[in-house]
């Protein structure tokens, strides 16, 4: 075993994902700059090298150059600095010295540059000079310039860590974790994110431990430093000792014995006591994750959110290649539902190859059905592939972000309109499909007894409901500890919604976080609600829990939740009441 000179430290962030990992961490530094690989080059590459070392100087002078035109002219004084800067870039001591140092040691180029980087702030360290002490500052950012463009600048790739490792990372966008090789990464931490941000989401999905919004994660932590991850208390300790190693391995194999119980049982219908069947489905992101939605007992596909096949690509895909993923989802489920929801991009989820789209409040923004009413060209093409896929299962479509009658009328012309095309033009489909709208904006919970009018069901998206009746920012860490899916406001917003689906004979699903996580479960299945939708990681849990309840009890103990006004109230009368049966297997 391993001695470090350091101590033991522990962070505490928000917990992503629950699970405990230990490793050793690497460091994704979205500039590239910290991580750099050494490798030998061959004297046959060394030109080669020499000139990739070349070209990256060229492009960050380039680039430089574009930032000195692009400064106004009331602030060109400053751009003398950035002036200095670009002769820097040939500067022998830098230039010169890293091409020897290529040549003469035969490694690549981003290795020699990092050395002789390190060197220059040697030799100036016990310099009081602030003139030279200011130099070395440029060189230093000069180098970091070129290093961007040698290591592919903010686009360090997670597809290709090829180690077993622990990633730490400033954040992750939900491309970069949909990235993730489940053999590769046992689990991530970022600085940034939300118990809701599509981030965990995914990590949530792939079954790695994860926590988010440490703050420091990326200083605290160095690389291949020996980490222990507890996703499920969201802490991360540091060099941990001996005696805490010993500790969390019993940990993690306690929470691994649990998941295996459970997981026994979970292929099985989840029923109350009193025979109350829940329907207790998986959500999705990627077609590859069809495969723990039925590996976890799953009774259907409850959300696909198919934006993810969108992202991580240089452009739109065709109806073809949409078609033949639905398909392939919708047949390995059938006869199982599988709920495809359109496109919901943008809001966090942008596209790289959608530049028209820059907004200074994405949630707020050019977002899911608003985007799509305005792209009608993307919109249709992922229409004709959700009626295609249909012929071959069990599909229902979802409408995302609806807040008005309007737009769900807008979106069921254009489907009847796609399926119209398709019949004309003798493709085989199926238009005699289920259509439902997500719950996830106020105003659509205020006009729910209307939009029942016009839908086969509902689904609460409470990620979103919660930010825009909170008017918390999902995936902001600073405001973490008031986002509460068991908030009163937005528990009596649920009651109304499953009420006006009573009334009116319209189905009501809940697919948001908020249905994955067991504590709520009691609160859900005394409102009602007989169809849930999870994180696939999730289903043999939940469904251990709703075997528990009495569906009549829990439907009487929400009259006491509704008498509290305070979150903490209604966590604790939960605790109380169901604390025992819900202590999940690692507490
Ligand atoms: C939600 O908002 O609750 C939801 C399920 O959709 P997403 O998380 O993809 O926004
Ligand atoms: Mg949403």
Redesign the pocket.
């Known amino acids: 075993m391993h001695h470090f000179e350091n101590e033991e430290k522990i962070i505490q962030g928000i917990s992503g994902s629950p699970g405990i990992c230990i490793g050793k961490s690497y460091l994704v530094d979205k500039e590239g700059v910290d991580v750099v690989e050494k490798y030998s080059i061959s004297e046959k590459d060394l030109k080669r090298e020499v000139g990739r070392f070349k070209t990256a100087v060229k492009n960050a002078k380039n680039e430089l150059s574009s930032i000195i035109e692009g400064i106004p002219e009331e602030l060109r004084e400053h751009a003398y600095i950035l002036e200095t800067h670009l002769v820097l870039h040939k500067d022998k001591m830098l230039y010169g010295k890293t091409i020897e140092t290529i040549e003469k040691e035969l490694i690549n180029s981003e290795w020699a540059l990092k050395k002789v980087v390190s060197n220059i702030k040697i030799i100036f360290r016990d310099i009081e000079d602030t003139y030279l002490k200011d130099r070395v500052t440029d060189i230093v950012q000069v180098a970091d310039r070129i290093m961007r463009n040698l290591t592919g600048a903010k686009s360090e790739s997670i597809s290709e860590i090829d180690k077993r490792v622990v990633l730490v990372a400033h954040d992750l966008s939900p491309a970069d974790t949909s990235q993730i090789k489940l053999e590769r990464i046992k689990g991530f931490v970022t600085d940034l994110g939300g118990k ?1 941000s ?1 981030t965990s ?1 995914i990590a949530r999905t792939l079954g790695i431990p994860s926590v988010l919004g440490l703050d420091m994660a990326t200083r605290d932590i160095k690389n291949d430093e020996i980490i222990v991850v507890d996703g499920s208390a969201g802490l991360v300790i540091i060099n941990p000792s001996d005696e805490t190693l010993a500790k969390y391995e019993v940990r993690k194999q306690r929470y691994e014995a649990y998941r295996a119980n459970i997981l026994r049982t979970s292929h099985v219908t989840a029923t109350t006591v009193d025979d109350f069947a829940v329907e207790v489905m998986g ?1 999705i992101e990627l077609a590859e994750e069809v495969v723990s939605v039925k590996d976890n007992g799953g009774d259907g596909i409850g ?1 696909f ?1 198919t ?1 993810f096949s969108y992202m991580s690509r240089s452009s739109y895909p065709a109806e073809e290649e949409l078609f033949e993923q639905y398909k392939d989802i919708v047949e390995l489920m059938a006869p199982n539902p599988v709920t495809i ?1 359109t496109l ?1 991009i943008n ?1 966090d ?1 942008a596209l790289s190859y959608e530049s028209s789209v820059n907004e200074e409040n994405p949630a707020l923004g050019l977002r ?1 059905i608003r985007f799509c009413l305005k792209r009608k060209d993307v919109f249709m093409t992922q229409l004709r592939a959700i009626l295609r896929a249909a012929a071959f299962g069990n599909v229902r479509i979802l409408f ?2 609806i807040s008005s009658c309007e737009e769900i009328c807008e979106a069921k012309k254009l489907l009847k309109q796609a399926g119209d095309e398709l019949e004309h033009e003798n493709i085989p489909c199926n238009t005699n499909i289920e259509v439902g709208i ?1 719950i ?1 904006i106020p105003s659509a919970v205020i006009m729910a007894d209307s939009l029942a009018d016009v839908v086969d069901y509902f ?9 825009y009746t909170l008017a918390i920012d ?1 995936g902001n860490k600073n405001v973490a500890h008031l986002y509460n899916s068991l908030h009163p406001a937005v528990l009596r917003m649920i009651k109304q919604v499953v009420d006006v689906g009573k009334a009116k004979n319209v189905k009501v699903c809940m ?4 249905a994955g996580d067991p504590f709520n479960i009691p609160i859900l299945i005394g409102l009602g609600l007989t169809e849930l939708s999870m994180t696939p990681q999730n289903i043999p849990e939940v469904k251990t829990i709703i075997r528990e309840l009495n569906q009549k009890e829990c439907e009487k103990f929400l009259e006491d939740v509704f008498t509290k006004t305070i979150v903490a109230d209604i966590q604790k009368l939960l605790q109380d009441r169901f604390g025992s049966l819900i202590a999940n297997g690692y507490a």
Not at 459 to 467: K, P, Y
Not at 511 to 514: H, P
């Open positions: 809701a599509h989401i959500n959300l959110r934006e929801r919901d809001g989820k899911a995302p972000m997500m996830e689904s609460i998206g409470t990620n979103d409901l919660v930010q999902r697919c948001g976080e908020m």
